[in-house]
């Protein structure tokens, strides 16, 4: 038999094949080893991030689902929750106790009842509506906060890079 | 590609020496003479010694562990070079003693250090893979036979040479070879007991309690070495700075095991002594799927104080961590005024109507919920319709889905009501001898004997109490209600379960909020009486519904899923 965590994420796996949310794939990147995935996330429709796909990577603990993943986006990012190097700055990622921004509440911690489904639908919400009090990216809290239409462009950039099309700047 | 072109450079240098010592002096000993003698010959074949040593490495690494995974590799070389700084440290000290053999022991210890680091992730890994090879048994087990005989010769050898010569380097050695040695220990309890649930047909719950007190008895045997060799050290020669980085982290480790153990030891005391077991009926009432493993719950489960059910051992492995609810986040700790530091965060607000923080008020009522709930005292029944400790809570926040003596199971919102009051005065404990009235006993209420007599009035006694705490209750509660001006709808009140789903703290000025709440409202009596864990799912599916802006083949799922829901109700 093998462990709880490795079960528990062949079930959450098992779970996003048969019944995906809609515009997030995630699974393993390779199926002898469950506890590092892959998801592709499609930028939430009427958001400046709207028909981008980025790629991420979920790595999950040995005690998973007693402790959360953690989340990194491998594709360039430019918002207010994502750190430069892509990791992700959301509560639901967080155990209560660690509170990196002091402003979390612990309801919205991370606990066994959240799923990768959860995190991956936190995530599109958040890129829909970044939350620029966390600033996990200060720049961007500030441009989103202050020059929308600046941010909107980097954003649309970011879209197109993802896609594969680059413009000149 | 550098790697090659590095080692075939060395090749070719080494070739050159040898050959230019040859061409010099035509016959060995001469050449060997000569090359010592050269600073820059000697140099060349140093380097070539290195990277001869790294070659012999790859080809080990690739024999024993295959292809490295990134994470092993970069672990490894995260350890490699805080071990190559610490050596380097220790070089200091022992600078008198500073020769080409001290180094080349020193390059072994690395060495073979190496491979215990991968032997350890390596079995780590174990817990990670659904397919474990015959190859990697053999692996493992040739591994860990080789580095722990390595581990014993250099051991008993820097023993012999320090008994023979005295205190020298050979006493870091002794101290290294010591540590790995009991890493390999480590490691080969670990890989039996990983061994032993991957072949085992059903989940092994006590598993992790085994490696709870392996990782404290290492943990111990470590630190007692580390603190044994640094005063060894610092009596001998000088403060040995190169130990303080592995001390540090070893009394962290096992601090840290130790605080586990006491953890793990508490939690199932609670677990035994507080929580009742889930009946089967209570199993079958509610989704009967366990939310920590996500797997169906068919024995030793246990049912906290607000009515969720989860595996014992499932559970057993979260109070570790924390002592709250895993669906609602009830703070479950008896004691209120326990100074463990994972309480503190709990206390932080919750966004329940009442605010959040310990709660002090339900604890000593949970016996009564699980025990007492059936008093089987006919007057009492006639006279009050519910019983009284459970009436309060249940009552004033959703009165009408129920009524009856048993709380099905998730009949509770997922807070518990009072919980920031203070007391005025504590509350007066239920009696614990209550529930079990039985023939006999209600026999003996008969009578008109002293004892008979006696026996009415204690249980008279025990309904006063029960009384004097459900009026206390009701006044906290209503001082609840009038300190909070702001009290939520009811509507609102089903709203944490659905927060938990939105968790994103932008989220609060989403614009798809209102349909989200206006469809949590909607089936909230459903959510009530049905698991949080598919309230949420569904919930969430609302979300990206809302997002996605259109009807979708999440909207039939959804309506598949809202069915299930009413069915309970209705069947009540
Ligand atoms: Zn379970
Ligand atoms: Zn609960």
Not at chain 1, 86 to 109: F, K, N, T
Request: hydrophobic share 40%; glycine share 4%; proline share 8%.
């Amino acid at each position: 038999m093998a462990g709880s965590a490795l079960r528990r994420l062949m079930a959450e796996y098992k779970q996003l094949t048969l019944n995906p949310p809609e515009g997030i794939i995630a699974g393993p990147i390779n199926e002898e080893n469950f506890f590092e995935w892959e998801a592709l996330i499609t930028g939430p429709e009427g958001t400046c991030f709207e028909g981008g796909v980025f790629p991420a990577k979920l790595i999950f603990p040995c005690d998973y689902p007693l402790s959360p993943p953690k989340m990194q986006f491998t594709c360039e990012m430019f918002h207010p929750n994502i750190y430069s190097d892509g990791r992700v700055c959301i509560s639901i990622l967080h155990a209560p106790g660690d509170d990196p921004m002091g402003y979390e509440s612990s309801a919205e911690r991370w606990s066994p009842v959240q799923s990768v489904e959860k995190i991956l639908l936190s995530v599109v919400s958040m890129l829909a509506e970044p939350n620029d009090e966390s600033g996990a990216n200060v720049d961007a809290a500030k441009m989103w906060r202050e020059n929308r239409e600046e941010f909107n462009k980097i954003a649309d950039r970011i879209v197109r890079k993802t896609l594969g099309i680059y413009i000149r700047e | 590609m550098r790697a090659v072109a590095i080692s075939l450079l060395s090749m070719a240098l080494t070739t050159v020496v040898l050959a230019n010592a040859y061409y010099q002096k035509k016959q060995f000993y001469p050449s060997v003479v000569y090359i010592t003698k050269s600073n820059p010959s000697m140099a060349v074949i140093y380097i070539q010694a290195f990277i001869l040593v790294f070659l012999t490495g790859k080809v080990m690494r690739k024999v024993f562990f295959g292809q490295l995974r990134t994470a092993e590799f970069e672990h490894l070389m995260e350890r490699a070079w805080y071990a190559i700084t610490e050596t380097c440290l220790a070089f200091t000290v022992f600078r008198d003693e500073f020769t080409p053999k001290f180094v080349a022991l020193f390059t072994l210890l690395l060495f073979l250090k190496s491979f215990h680091w991968l032997a350890e992730d390596r079995v780590d890994y174990m817990e990670r893979s659904p397919v474990i090879s015959w190859l990697f048994h053999i692996r493992v087990l040739t591994l860990l036979f080789v580095l722990g005989s390595a581990d014993f010769y250099f051991l008993q050898h820097s023993y012999l040479s320090t008994m023979a010569v005295g205190p020298s380097v050979q006493l870091v050695f002794g101290f290294e070879y010591a540590i790995l040695y009991t890493m390999v220990a480590n490691i080969a309890i670990k890989y039996v007991l990983h061994t032993i649930d991957f072949y085992s047909e059903a989940p092994w719950a006590n598993k992790a309690v085994f490696l709870l007190y392996t990782e404290l008895a290492m943990g111990l045997i470590k630190v007692v070495l580390y603190v044994a060799f640094v005063i060894i050290m610092v009596k001998i020669y000088t403060l040995p700075l190169f130990a303080f980085r592995p001390l540090y982290y070893a009394s962290r480790n096992f601090k840290k095991a130790f605080n586990n153990v006491i953890l793990s030891r508490r939690a199932i005391h609670n677990m035994n002594t507080l929580y009742a077991d889930a009946t089967p009926e209570e199993l079958q009432a509610a989704d009967n799927v366990c939310i920590i493993c996500r797997e169906e719950m068919t024995t030793s489960s246990k049912k906290l104080p607000c009515n969720h059910i989860f595996h014992t051992a499932c559970l057993r492995s979260w109070f570790q961590r924390q002592q709250t609810c895993p669906t609602c986040r009830l703070n479950i700790l008896r004691t209120p005024t326990g100074t463990r530091p994972e309480q503190r965060p709990q206390a932080q607000p919750v966004p329940n109507p009442f605010g959040g923080g310990p709660i002090p008020f339900v604890n000593p009522f949970h016996p009564l919920l699980n025990q007492n709930v059936q008093v089987p005292i006919p007057d009492l029944n006639q006279a009050a319709a519910q019983p009284p400790p459970s009436a309060p809570p249940t009552s004033t926040t959703q009165g009408t889905t129920q009524q009856g003596s048993v709380p099905p199971p998730f009949s509770m919102p997922p807070f518990m009501p009072f919980p920031f009051l203070p007391f005025m005065s504590p509350p007066p404990m239920p009696p614990t001898n209550f529930a079990s009235l039985s023939a006999d006993e209600l026999r003996r209420m008969e009578g008109n004997e002293r004892e008979n007599v006696e026996a009415r009035i204690k249980c008279l006694q025990n309904i006063q109490v029960m009384l004097d705490a459900a009026v206390l209750m009701m006044n906290q509660y209503s001082a609840a209600v009038a300190t909070s001006g702001s009290m939520p709808s009811t509507s609102n009140t089903t709203q944490p379960s659905g927060d938990n789903v939105s968790s994103t703290p932008q989220d609060s000025n989403d614009s798809s909020k209102q349909s989200f709440e206006a469809n949590v409202s909607d089936v909230s009596n459903a959510e009530n009486e049905a698991d949080n864990s598919n309230t949420e799912v569904h919930a969430t599916s609302s979300t990206s519904e809302v997002s996605a802006n259109g009807v979708s083949p999440e909207e039939e799922v959804r309506r598949r899923r809202l069915q299930r829901f009413q069915q309970p109700v209705e069947q009540q």
